[in-house]
């Protein structure tokens, strides 16, 4: 690997992000605001901008994948959002703040890399539920399982989608993957106690391409089950955001050589 590789990277947002304006990272806006001209939309050639609200970032992803993707070739491309960024590993214990951000985000190729074509956020754990969430939005998980308000090795990934965003929604879904993913996912989401999260990644152009041509389809197939008029509030509304969060975390460990990177969450509130 050639370290001076270009590193392209996207921070998809949905509010304007002045301070980023003259950085390095290609700013691409979703949503209703009225962005720049130097902000990449994603509402015109071929787009799901109408779906923004249920596919957040994904909007742009989609549009990237149609639209810009094969014109990338031998770069290694990123994604990163308006509060979660990639970081420079040997800074990363380092308080960001609007002073040194700009050396503290990761712009550059690492020699870490060099084995590696994908690069996937550091994991988060997700079996600290508290109690009476378990209780409240779980109960007929508890019925089926009892350890699972005790024991903590028990507390899955499958567990906390259900919690958080439909009771057996994940489920569903799974069972629309194609074959060769549905049973390895459903063995994924039940052993799992933690997920790299944030559909947050950095890899080569053809490693994208199969990714987004698994993943847009295996959502259409969702929209069947789950719709649109249906999904409110925030934990639902963004289902398709949700399982592409925790479908990403499986595909590129099974499909690609990734290696786990540090990221941080950031938010500078210049207007």
């Known amino acids: 690997m050639n370290i001076d590789e270009k590193l392209e990277i996207y921070c998809v947002t949905n509010k304007r992000i002045k301070y980023l304006e003259n950085f390095e990272y290609k700013l691409a806006a979703v949503g209703l605001e009225k962005f720049p001209n130097n902000y990449m939309k994603s509402d015109y050639n071929e787009n799901i901008f109408h779906k923004e609200q249920y596919y957040s970032e994904l909007t742009f992803h989609y549009w990237f994948w149609k639209n810009k993707l094969k014109k990338n070739k031998n770069k290694w491309i990123g994604f990163c959002q ?36 994908s690069i996937i956020c550091k994991p988060i754990n997700v079996n600290n539920l508290k109690k009476m969430k378990i209780i409240k939005k779980g109960f007929s998980n508890i019925l089926k399982n009892p350890s699972i308000f ?100 499986f595909w590129f460990k099974k499909y690609s050589h990734a290696l786990e990177w540090p990221w941080s969450i950031y938010e500078n509130n210049e207007k």
């Open 150 to 249: 005790f024991d903590i090795d028990k507390q899955n990934i499958k567990l906390h989608f259900d919690l958080h965003h439909g009771n057996g929604n994940l489920e569903k879904a799974i069972n629309l993957l194609d074959k060769k993913d549905k049973y390895d996912f459903h063995e994924y989401v039940i052993s799992k106690t933690y997920y790299n999260p944030h559909i947050m990644f950095i890899s080569k152009p053809e490693i994208i391409e199969k990714w987004f041509s698994t993943l847009f389809p295996w959502l259409k197939r969702c929209e069947k089950i789950f719709g649109f008029q249906n999904l409110k509030g925030y934990e639902t509304t963004r289902i398709y955001a949700y399982l592409a969060e925790r479908y990403l975390s």
């Open 82 to 117: 308006r509060r979660r960024f990639w970081i420079n590993k040997e800074l990363q214990n380092q308080q960001i703040t609007k002073k040194n951000f700009n050396k503290i985000f990761l712009t550059k190729v690492q020699k870490e890399w060099k084995n590696y074509d």
